[in-house]
């Protein structure tokens, strides 16, 4: 597969957003500390434009790779790490925003929520920089959304094919 030559979304257009949605994160949360919680590998670009747009006192961790692996019936999720966190990083009692890069069949993010849940937070949200709603299998919408996407392969900011891509400052596709 190839970079295709259209672009999806500019490096203008997503640092407007991007400020968008953090302004929309400061409002909801106004006033409380909030833990913020990206998911890698493919957020940690977002994320990091996203927590300096957030004006509020936060912590910010990290959980590894999350994926789903689909056979004839079933989808496991598969986390590359089991779910732990630095002994810093606070979820019980907090509000946690969960940070994705992309949101599609909600799978893996529906079971990371509930896993995440088990912690206790005293609130858990979503934000993802890019939807795929036609795609959901389960029910499950995100709190903040950067862009809602076709289904094709998107990649750049932090999203990748085959490991490349990632530091695209733009959002393409691949062909």
């Known amino acids: 597969m190839k970079l295709s030559r259209?672009?999806?979304?500019?490096?203008?257009?997503?640092?407007?957003?991007?400020?968008?949605?953090?302004?929309?994160?400061?409002?909801?949360?106004?006033?409380?500390?909030?833990?913020v919680l990206g998911v890698l590998k493919g957020a940690f670009v977002f994320l990091a434009d996203l927590t300096r747009q957030i004006r509020l006192p936060m912590e910010v961790g990290f959980v590894e790779s999350v994926a789903s692996r689909r056979s004839d019936?079933?989808?496991?999720?598969?986390?590359?790490?089991?779910?732990?966190?630095?002994?810093?990083?606070?979820?019980?009692?907090?509000?946690?925003?969960?940070?994705?890069?992309?949101?599609?069949?909600?799978?893996?993010?529906?079971?990371?929520?509930?896993?995440?849940?088990?912690?206790g937070p005293r609130s858990l949200r979503v934000c993802t920089l890019l939807d795929k709603p036609h795609r959901r299998k389960v029910d499950f919408s995100p709190d903040f959304v950067g862009f809602k996407v076709?289904?094709?392969?998107?990649?750049?900011?932090?999203?990748?094919y085959q490991g490349k891509y990632r530091n695209l400052p733009f959002l393409s596709y691949v062909e």
């Open 73 to 119: 019936s079933l989808t496991e999720i598969v986390f590359s790490t089991s779910l732990r966190f630095s002994a810093s990083f606070r979820i019980e009692g907090m509000h946690l925003l969960l940070v994705e890069d992309i949101l599609d069949t909600g799978v893996t993010l529906a079971y990371l929520c509930e896993q995440i849940q088990l912690y």
């Open 6 to 35: 259209e672009i999806l979304r500019s490096e203008a257009e997503i640092a407007e957003r991007v400020q968008q949605i953090g302004r929309e994160i400061t409002e909801t949360y106004a006033g409380q500390e909030i833990s």
């Open 150 to 160: 076709p289904d094709r392969h998107v990649v750049g900011y932090g999203l990748d």
